[in-house]
């Protein structure tokens, strides 16, 4: 079979799927051809490239290619429905984004970093989304499940691996600043003064923070078996 | 909006009657507090928007343009508990997690007070370090949840992608099938019986029960039955009676159910745990 027939079928698969398509299941589609996962990878690619100047693209996600729409159309494609999307709420994302950036969590955790109770129906949504799920329990008195996000958050939020997160804002480090910290005093010190100017932005590209979310985090290639079946 | 526009929004009786709308620590207030950062009435508004202590002391910080290594604690919790004073006031029901974080700024107050030893060997920890690390810790997730928002996300911002695909997954439908469909199905079969209605039967003692377990037995090795195919019209009328009573047992049981691919179709029967929307 020519590469042009199978670069069809491919597209074609991934047009007709409502879920991502991973390598193996497109490899899947042509049991009689003697196709390698490579053949796929460069179908994948050049249908990639096809769709560089097009309104929708191929992109890789944790559980697979899909075909969407891109991002710059939207405010276009909005017309179409009458609903605006339904936003989520504050303490929805933060608690989410506890999870996704110290996964495993336990509740008491979250509790701690954000200063109010989780709510349970915040849990059960997210749960019913499967965008989070237990990986375990602690083992500590009363057993606190630990919670993760999932790849279905992944692709939901269009990305392929939770490297692929934001970077965390660093923390100023209190170490060095404390012998600077006058007690009362009105004049701030001169490095509190140089912290002061810090920008915000400046501090969240910090290099020494940069990878920290992905060190914190499992492998997320070990996760890929999870949603395979 | 000025001051006085504010007393008349909140304390219409204050103003009447000069009574005091608030009484704080003992000493009744006839006004609004001058020296807050937000107009009060925009309180009720921005409370909605608060999502615990933490992000409202933040924002205390953050408005002031302080820095949060260097916090005015007792600048801080004075407009703090201003507010914990004001939303107690306006019957706002108050998460215990406020008055807990008023405490815990009391008492790096008060700790704060106390002379310390000046000893360079053993510096004493900043009371306000603790509060200062959960705040840093909170707003870095508070940025973070920002930041997922921001991802591209499914529905919101991307869509999938797909195109039509005809008999993209064969979905059989079953029509709910009613009594009169089932019983003049069972007429039939009658009708059939009668024709042999001339043999001589030998009469057995045949069961319901019985009946009953060869039924759920077909069904445990074919997903759907035929409803005709359940009769042997040999064992006539009484025979073709008991597997009908038999049915309908298990209809009433709940262990069976009766599909029917379309109107005036064959009838099945399928277990009730069997998925209805077929495969």
Redesign the interface.
């Known amino acids: 079979m020519e590469l042009k027939q199978i670069k069809n079928i491919v597209e074609a698969a991934l047009m007709a799927s409502d879920e991502p398509l991973q390598n193996k299941q497109l490899l899947d589609l042509f049991p009689d051809e003697e196709l390698t996962g490579n053949d796929i990878n460069q179908v994948l690619n050049e249908l990639e490239q096809e769709y560089q100047d097009r309104g929708i693209e191929l992109k890789r996600l944790a559980k697979g290619y899909r075909l969407q729409t891109r991002e710059s159309v939207q405010p276009w494609l909005q017309h179409l429905w009458d609903k605006k999307p339904r936003k989520l709420s504050r303490a929805l994302l933060e608690t989410l984004a506890l999870i996704a950036y110290r996964q495993p969590i336990t509740r008491g955790e979250i509790e701690d970093i954000r200063g109010v109770a989780v709510s349970s129906k915040i849990i059960h949504h997210m749960m019913d989304q499967e965008w989070i799920r237990v990986l375990g329990y602690r083992d500590v008195p009363g057993k606190p499940a630990m919670l993760g996000t999932t790849n279905t958050f992944l692709d939901y939020f269009n990305l392929s691996s939770l490297r692929d997160l934001p970077s965390l804002a660093a923390i100023k480090d209190m170490e060095t600043l404390e012998p600077e910290l006058a007690f009362e005093s009105n004049d701030p010190s001169p490095i509190d003064a140089e912290q002061a100017t810090d920008d915000d932005h400046e501090v969240r590209a910090a290099q020494t923070e940069r990878h920290e979310p992905s060190d914190e985090l499992p492998d997320p290639e070990n996760e890929s078996t999870e949603n395979a079946s | 909006m000025s001051e006085s526009d504010q007393d008349n929004t909140f304390t219409p009786s204050a103003v009447q009657s000069e009574m005091p709308f608030a009484v704080v620590e003992g000493k009744p207030y006839t006004s609004m507090p001058t020296d807050l950062y937000i107009p009060p009435d925009a309180l009720e508004v921005i409370l909605e928007?608060f999502?615990?202590?933490?992000?409202l002391l933040l924002y205390l910080i953050r408005r002031q343009n302080l820095?949060?290594?260097?916090i005015?604690i007792?600048e801080i919790t004075k407009q703090y508990v201003e507010y914990i004073e004001l939303m107690h006031q306006m019957n706002f029901e108050l998460?215990a997690?406020y008055l807990v974080?008023a405490a815990m700024l009391a008492e790096i107050k008060s700790r704060?007070l106390l002379p310390?030893l000046h000893d360079d060997e053993e510096?004493e920890?900043?009371p306000?370090?603790e509060l200062?690390?959960?705040l840093?810790?909170?707003?870095?997730?508070?940025?973070?949840?920002?930041?997922?928002?921001?991802?591209?996300?499914?529905?919101?911002?991307?869509?999938?992608?797909?195109?039509y695909?005809e008999h993209?997954a064969e979905q059989q439908e079953w029509v709910e099938i009613d009594l009169k469909d089932l019983v003049m199905a069972f007429k039939e079969v009658m009708a059939r019986a009668d024709l042999k209605i001339s043999h001589a039967i030998e009469r057995e003692v045949l069961s319901v029960r019985d009946r009953m377990t060869l039924v759920l037995d077909r069904l445990l090795q074919n997903k759907t039955v035929r409803f005709e195919s359940l009769f042997n019209v040999k064992e006539g009328r009484q025979g073709v009676l008991v597997s009908f009573l038999a049915i309908l047992e298990l209809l009433k049981a709940h262990t069976i159910e009766l599909v029917q691919n379309e109107p005036f179709g064959s009838i099945y029967l399928q277990t009730s745990t069997a998925n209805t929307s077929g495969d």
């Open positions: 928007a999502e615990g202590p933490l992000d820095d949060i290594l260097n005015p007792q998460a997690e974080m704060m310390t510096m920890e900043d306000r370090a200062i690390r959960r840093q810790e909170y707003e870095r997730f508070k940025q973070a949840a920002e930041d997922i928002d921001g991802l591209p996300r499914l529905e919101r911002d991307v869509w999938v992608a797909e195109v695909v993209k």
